[in-house]
């Protein structure tokens, strides 16, 4: 036998169904074998009842990020920048936000905002579901878990506090973790399964 070849035998399958690298061996029945040619570059095989092998070559699900307008909680954005974008990728959703702070830009008590969809209530109060990152103009750092928080389906923003024995989180205030000014910003990251 050659390596890489089937035998010809009666009843067996024949090495010419495949013409070209690539073809796969299929069924279009019980014991129907057929030849599904080989799919353009950058697709991906899908199943499809509806073609003879219930198989075909398509393009991969492409994940488009969209902007969405979430209802802000604790902070007036002013004359800052307030961008919010999201993906779905099946009920997994995807939420990045950033606001950038202009000179009228505060923080007025804890930091929420509603998540574009409703999340699976499967989840308990404050189960983490992203991070934030807060940048002090550029002079320092820090990070803050966000949290589900049940009212309106929103997200909670936090920091976290290392003064002590165990990192512990805490609201953002007007001076937590910095006093806010002008080109700060607030960067969040979320992801959960919604319902």
């Not at 969040?188 to 919604?194: A, F, K, L, R, S």
Request: include cysteine.
């Amino acid at each position: 036998m050659t390596i890489g070849r089937i035998p010809s035998v009666d009843g067996g399958i024949q090495p010419t169904i495949v013409d070209a690298k690539g073809d796969l061996l299929v069924a279009t029945a019980a014991d129907t074998p057929a030849r599904l040619a080989v799919g353009a570059n950058d697709t991906v095989l899908t199943a499809d009842s509806s073609t003879s092998t219930g198989l075909k070559w398509a393009a991969p699900s492409s994940t488009t990020w969209t902007t969405y307008t979430p209802t802000l909680n604790g902070i007036t954005v002013g004359n800052g920048t307030s961008i919010w974008r999201k993906a779905n990728v099946g009920k997994v959703v995807f939420v990045y936000g950033t606001i950038k702070f202009g000179s009228t830009t505060s923080i007025t008590g804890a930091v929420r905002f509603t998540l574009p969809s409703t999340f699976n209530q499967a989840a308990t109060e404050y189960t983490q579901i992203g991070y934030c990152h807060l940048e002090d103009s550029g002079t320092e750092y820090y990070f803050g878990p966000v949290w589900y928080y049940s009212v309106n389906s929103s997200a909670y923003v936090a920091v976290y506090n290392v003064g002590s024995t165990y990192a512990k989180s805490d609201a953002l205030a007007s001076t937590v973790p910095m006093t806010w000014t002008t080109n700060d910003s607030l960067d969040v990251m979320v992801w959960y399964e919604e319902a």
